[in-house]
């Protein structure tokens, strides 16, 4: 009977995958073993199905049960899971959507997507204090040419090729009929959390060029030359304004720029 | 030490509990809805834990699959236990997957001494790496293995001894379970170790006539309450709560459930004192 043990979960898991029937099983009631086996596979569906309909409900209302489901199955199908954790299914779903055009009724449904993941990592980011404007009042005028500033681990920027936000806004209110069909538009959207809420908002290539550089660690100096494709004249005034809107939002971590300058 | 009656915390109810903060011995948490970087959830968890005492139970834990231990995750685990501070720690007497990849299911393990053998050398390193004992709950099962050589309940009275671990008593999947492949439930409960089960779970199931679906939807049939007396009575008091994961009802009406629980194991310790002392 060696081995029994690891020739049943490779049938079983098989059997689920493949909707087949594992040569090992037996029903044990009145009820056959297929019908019995199906219900695992089909278990196993469905709540892969509900975690990527938690994942992406603004997809879910664009597209709607039916099609939503075709793309889930086929995502499903493509790729098994293999997190530990199923708040994580569903990671890869903007390049499959990408590639199967035909499960998705409009392309700019991938940058939707991609939009979702964000504001749904952003949800249970990690918690970190916020720097305080108050703080950067107390750093000397010559160390803010090397002064990194950090971006809250709750930040993400996403590029996006479509204008997809208004189906995100369409989803919020309680909709009448089909929401209208997304502009084409490259642009950045950066997504956060402050406190215990998501935000987003689209921002101008300036903007967007400068929180890279703080993805980046770039230092305040670097920062400023960035601006200078945007403002030549004026960029550390253009890289000023957009710090003070920064703080406001809240996308800058806490600990960080001050220490550094004060071990220095 | 956590004793009582209690309920699954659920989302649904944050406020109530924050707010209104009912009375209830303890909750019981899905470690993984918390095995997150932070947010909302993790917010929520601390300022309710203020108010009540908690038990963790996971679904991830995977202790019967042939791939190596997730020591990632039991990492994860314990650092959720520092936080939570839970009276104890549970998971399912199951495998979820194998060859790295997650089917996300409470999935039956054959019974044999090669799994016994398995589990036990498992479950004593998760305990030695956690530092404490763990609970394993019983599962609903639909289909059995060719290779079965003992009953489910001799396999995991005998675990149980082997690896000295704590039982999750799910009256529910008991039911659920004897309905499916045809055994006498009394007879899975005559055989628990009493010493060693520290929790009871009770739920509803659809009833589909020759099969039953543990499905955590429905208030607990009448079937299972009679079950869950018989047990109280052959084990004592054994803090028990009711699970619910779908079609979440205010929290009045689990509150309410609850109560019938709390009396109904009430009555059975009442008479089994009163047939102690008349003895
Ligand atoms: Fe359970």
New interface residues.
């Given amino acids: 009977m060696n081995a029994s043990l690891a020739r049943w979960q490779r049938q079983f898991m098989q059997g689920i995958l493949t909707r087949g029937l594992p040569g090992m099983v037996r029903s044990g009631g009145a009820a056959s073993a297929q019908r019995r086996f199906d219900i695992y596979v089909n278990a196993y569906r469905t709540r892969l199905i509900d975690a990527l309909r938690a994942n992406y409900p603004v997809l879910h209302r664009a597209l709607g049960d039916d099609a939503f489901e075709s793309l889930a199955q086929a995502y499903i199908a493509a790729h098994p899971s293999s997190c530990t954790n199923i708040r994580w299914f569903g990671d890869q779903l903007d390049t499959f959507a990408g590639k199967h055009s035909d499960l998705v009724s409009h392309p700019a449904l991938v940058d939707l997507i991609r939009l979702e993941w964000a504001l749904r990592g952003a949800f249970d980011a990690p918690d970190r204090a916020l720097l305080d404007a108050a703080a950067l009042a107390g750093v000397a005028p010559t160390a803010w040419p090397d002064l990194i500033l950090e971006l809250h681990p709750c930040v993400r920027l996403v590029a996006l090729d479509w204008q997809v936000e208004t189906l995100w806004h369409a989803a919020q209110t309680e909709g009448q009929g089909e929401p209208e069909a997304p502009l084409p538009g490259f642009h950045h959207t950066l997504v956060w959390r402050r406190g215990l809420n998501s935000y987003f908002r689209s921002l101008e290539a300036s903007e967007a060029a400068l929180i890279k550089g703080l993805a980046a660690a770039e230092n305040f100096a670097q920062i400023c030359e960035r601006a200078v494709s945007y403002a030549a004249d004026s960029a550390t005034e253009l890289a000023v304004s957009f710090l003070q809107r920064w703080l406001e939002d809240g996308l800058l971590a806490g600990s960080g720029p001050v220490t550094r300058i004060n071990e220095q | 030490m956590i004793q009582g009656f209690g309920l699954g915390l659920r989302t649904d109810h944050y406020t109530d509990f924050i707010e209104r903060k009912p009375r209830l011995d303890w909750l019981e948490i899905i470690s993984?809805?918390y095995?997150?970087?932070?947010?909302?959830?993790?917010?929520y968890l601390d300022r309710i834990r203020a108010d009540y005492p908690m038990v963790m139970h996971g679904v991830?834990m995977s202790i019967g699959?042939?791939d190596p231990l997730?020591f990632?995750?039991l990492r994860q685990l314990k650092a959720l236990a520092d936080r939570v501070e839970p009276g104890w720690i549970s998971d399912h007497l199951c495998?979820t997957?194998?060859?790295?990849?997650?089917?996300?299911?409470l999935?039956p393990?054959?019974y044999?001494?090669?799994?016994l053998h398995?589990l036990t050398g498992r479950i004593l390193r998760v305990q030695e790496f956690l530092g404490r004992r763990i609970l394993l709950e019983n599962v609903s099962t639909?289909?059995?293995?060719?290779?079965d050589?003992m009953s489910e309940w001799q396999f995991i009275r005998e675990l149980s001894a082997r690896a000295d671990c704590e039982l999750l008593l799910d009256v529910n999947n008991v039911y659920v379970s004897a309905?499916?492949?045809?055994f006498d439930a009394h007879e899975f409960i005559d055989a628990m170790p009493a010493g060693r089960v520290r929790q009871i779970h009770l739920a509803g199931h659809q009833d589909h006539?020759?099969?039953v679906?543990d499905t955590h939807d429905h208030p607990i049939r009448d079937e299972v309450f009679e079950l869950y007396a018989y047990a109280i009575e052959r084990l004592g008091p054994v803090a028990s709560m009711i699970e619910r994961d779908d079609r979440i009802p205010p929290l009045d009406e689990l509150l309410a459930e609850l109560d019938l629980v709390r009396k109904g194991a009430e009555q059975v310790l009442a008479r089994r004192s009163h047939a102690a002392v008349s003895a």
């Fill in positions: 993984e809805n095995m997150i970087p932070g947010g909302k959830p993790l917010h991830s699959s042939l997730n990632d995750y495998w997957g194998i060859d790295h990849t997650n089917l996300h299911d999935l393990l054959p044999t001494e090669e799994a398995h639909y289909v059995a293995c060719n290779d050589e309905r499916n492949h045809g006539g020759d099969c679906i």
